[in-house]
């Protein structure tokens, strides 16, 4: 585990310790993680998160249209 010593602002403190409240965590460190892995997943490139290669691997097995065949098909 890495330690170190940082520096935030009093809002970031704030929010810290509603999420460490909220999440029922025993120090900030635990919030900080908690939040660091909520951005992980929502933000971070699909490309990164594994599930996002099981749903790539699905669409390209999947059946596909030319743009010409998807025309007739709607148009």
Known sequence: MVQ???NINEHANRVLNI???KHGL???SQAINLVVQEYEQSFL???LRPE???K???ITKGR???REEFEKRVG
Request: hydrophobic share 45%; charged share 40%.
């Open 19 to 21: 999420v460490k409240a």
């Open 52 to 54: 996002y290669r099981v």
């Open 64 to 66: 596909h249209f030319s």
């Open 4 to 6: 170190a010593v940082i």
């Open 56 to 58: 790539l691997a699905k």
């Open 26 to 28: 025993r120090d900030k």
């Open 45 to 47: 490139e699909p490309e």
